[in-house]
């Protein structure tokens, strides 16, 4: 059956998904609340651009040492509970800020401290969460299943970070109190979550078993270049960690405002979700996939060009669209080609690759900025966008040439 075939009614009657989606969203709010807090206490603090970039990198580098690690966990261990125990490692961070907040003891050292908890937590989370959702749907609605995934977390996107700017003006501790409840309730969700797991083979611990995701994924080549495609578009274009200066210094905003900025992206990858939950990509899904990368570094030009608070939320909302039919597109096909005794590996790389491109890609835009100013960082970054997008054309013409996502 193809993907057309099931209809979305038969999606909400899946109810270990549901569970698993609901969980999804609370810990994605629960995060980029945690994020707008610890973006603007830093700015605040130090008010240095590396300083911001040094948040995305300090989560970034415990995703890389530990990903092939994380992968072979998720490959031996129940997927839910991992993702339960790492949602339970972000609400005791979440603590921990509330406490030095009303303490008057946090830091520049403590936030970059706890982003490496937080980059700890999310190594195992990824692919994990990654690695569940498959074997929750029947494979021809996974599409719709990824879509509507992505649909809820960019509904939590959107509403954690403006929540979180509103919930700013009562302090940082506010804000950290409610990301510690959401992360508690997700736990408990996922906790309670059943599905058929049968543990994988007992094989012993080898660079090979650990490596496998890895070659997998190198000797696929639509894949490969699907998975690098968004590495290095995001990591160049992303402006996520140079908002809160675009805010203050260049829009002359507030919290208020930060809040809407970071939810804009969300708000253009919510819509564009709904359309593919609705219509999932059928055919020319290889074209559509450079075409957005395209489309998301033009936006971003413009976003690094205004002045108008209006024309930058409306271009970073464009960018999160964008964004959205590489994810749905990367996603799908991976775990479509992928079997199920290796998704936690395979899962694990592609979760590199998403760090890369967002953790470190927030470092890259802080160190580019303290270099050109934060302007000319986003403008080269969507240049360089572009430039990726017609570089892969050549580079992997199986996925340009790729009609079907699945096969």
Not at 46 to 65: E, K
Not at 123 to 140: E, G, I, K, R, Y
Not at 143 to 157: D, H, I, K, L, T
Not at 364 to 384: F, K, R, W
């Amino acid at each position: 059956m193809s993907a057309s075939a099931y209809r979305f009614r038969d999606l909400l009657q899946e109810r270990a998904y549901i569970r698993f989606w609901a969980t999804r969203l609370l810990g994605t709010a629960g995060q980029q609340m945690l994020m707008v807090a610890v973006g603007w206490q830093m700015y605040e603090l130090t008010g240095s651009a590396w300083d911001l970039g040094l948040v995305g990198l300090y989560q970034f580098l415990p995703a890389l040492l530990l990903a092939l690690v994380a992968g072979h966990v998720a490959d031996r261990l129940h997927r839910g509970r991992i993702v339960a125990a790492c949602l339970m490692s972000q609400a005791m961070v979440a603590v921990t800020l509330v406490l030095a907040t009303q303490g008057h003891w946090v830091g520049r050292d403590l936030l970059l401290g706890l982003s490496v908890l937080l980059g700890m937590a999310r190594a195992f989370q990824m692919p994990a969460q990654q690695a569940l959702t498959p074997m929750l749907v029947p494979a021809p609605m996974l599409p719709r299943a990824m879509a509507f995934a992505s649909a809820g977390q960019q509904a939590a996107v959107i509403g954690g970070p403006a929540l979180g700017g509103l919930v700013f003006v009562a302090g940082a501790a506010a804000v950290y109190a409610a990301c510690t409840a959401l992360f508690v309730t997700g736990c408990v969700l996922i906790a309670r979550l059943r599905y058929a797991h049968a543990p994988a083979p007992r094989e012993p611990v080898s660079a090979q078993t650990l490596l496998a995701g890895v070659r997998f994924i190198w000797q696929r080549k639509p894949v490969l270049g699907a998975v690098s495609l968004d590495l290095f578009a995001v990591l160049l274009g992303g402006a996520v960690a140079l908002l809160p200066i675009f805010a203050r210094d260049i829009l002359h905003t507030g919290p208020w405002g930060l809040g809407l900025l970071r939810s804009a992206p969300a708000l253009g990858a919510l819509c564009t979700s709904v359309v593919l939950t609705r219509w999932p990509l059928e055919r020319r899904v290889g074209r559509t996939l450079l075409g957005a990368v395209a489309l998301f570094g033009v936006a971003t030009l413009v976003f690094g060009l205004s002045r108008s608070l209006w024309l930058s939320l409306v271009a970073l909302a464009v960018t999160g669209g964008a964004d959205m039919v590489s994810v749905v597109v990367r996603q799908t096909l991976v775990q479509l080609e992928t079997p199920d005794a290796m998704r936690g590996r395979v899962s694990a790389v592609n979760s590199v690759f998403i760090g890369a491109s967002n953790q470190l890609g927030e470092f890259e835009s802080g160190a580019t900025a303290a270099l050109l100013g934060p302007v000319g960082a986003v403008v080269l970054g969507g240049v360089g966008t572009v430039a990726v997008a017609l570089l892969w054309l050549r580079l992997f013409p199986s996925l340009a040439g790729r009609d079907r996502i699945g096969g």
